[in-house]
């Protein structure tokens, strides 16, 4: 069967255009052999069947034929089903992000990893993990096993990218971090949750990077160095002008770790 099989033509490689002409061919010989001999012409009609789902064609050299003597109109509505495939996915994930998004804030305190009295400190036993992750990452974050388990993605789809601060290319988007240390305690925050709570794994992707982005003040210490956090006005440029943020950043080495608008309320958001 696997000496049959042609993976190049089936598959998510299957030509839609070509497996649609072999099975007109099939269904008009098959009744052209049906009309002479009944019983042969099923046999016909089945056995072309199986030879296009195996081998995604019936008749040799189709897929260089369609290419080139089917009409391009016609092929293009073929293709039409990959943009149905990429609306689908896109409702699957609102549907997804509807039914498990969470509530930042009531999550973390029901879920014990930070305090329920004041929110904006972790718990002493959630904190004790978070450090041994940071610990445990700390020479090596940017591994791409180790940024691929942030997205829940491959680890052969990220694709580092040279620029001043980290950043990679990931399914096609480019994720980045102020510093150094924001990227380190991304990668021991996730860790540390998803060893912490199952529930962690259901979050949607785009809501457990807030989170993480979220968290990242709330250890006592910089994840790089060990320095104290400090929270400063900045102003920053951006395509829009200059604008006004609070910078929460390492003492010591410098570090940023996230910029809030001077207008952030200071909650987990949605």
């Known amino acids: 069967m696997e000496r049959v099989r042609r993976p190049e033509y089936t598959g998510q490689n299957r030509c839609v255009p070509c497996t649609a002409v072999n099975v007109v061919i099939a269904a008009v010989v ?27 064609y019936l008749v040799p050299g189709t897929p260089t034929l369609t290419k080139r003597y089917l009409p391009e109109s016609i092929r293009a509505r073929f293709d039409d089903h990959e943009a149905d495939d990429e609306e689908w996915e896109i409702i699957e994930k609102i549907e997804y992000h509807r039914e498990n998004a969470v509530e930042p804030e009531q999550f973390l305190v029901d879920e014990g990893v930070v305090t329920r009295d004041d929110g904006d400190r972790f718990t002493e036993d959630f904190a004790a993990l978070r450090d041994e992750h940071v610990d445990a990452n700390r020479d090596s974050p940017r591994e791409p096993a180790t940024l691929a388990t942030l997205f829940d993605a491959a680890p052969d789809s990220v694709a580092t990218t040279d620029r001043d601060y980290p950043a990679i290319e990931i399914d096609n988007r480019i994720r980045k971090w102020p510093s150094e240390a924001a990227l380190l305690a991304d990668v021991a925050t996730d860790a540390a949750m998803a060893a912490w709570t199952d529930r962690w794994a259901d979050v949607p992707i785009e809501q457990r990077g807030t989170i993480r982005e979220e968290l990242r003040t709330l250890g006592d210490d910089c994840p790089a160095c060990g320095g104290q956090i400090t929270t400063t006005a900045d102003t920053v440029e951006s395509c829009c002008g ?21 207008n952030h309320e200071a909650k987990l958001t949605r």
């Open 30 to 56: 098959s009744t052209l052999v049906g009309v002479v001999v009944p019983p042969a012409g099923v046999a016909v009609f089945v056995a072309s069947l199986v030879s296009i789902y195996l081998r995604g």
């Open 242 to 262: 200059l604008h006004e943020v609070i910078a929460a950043e390492c003492g010591s080495c410098g570090d940023r770790l996230r910029e809030l608008d001077e």
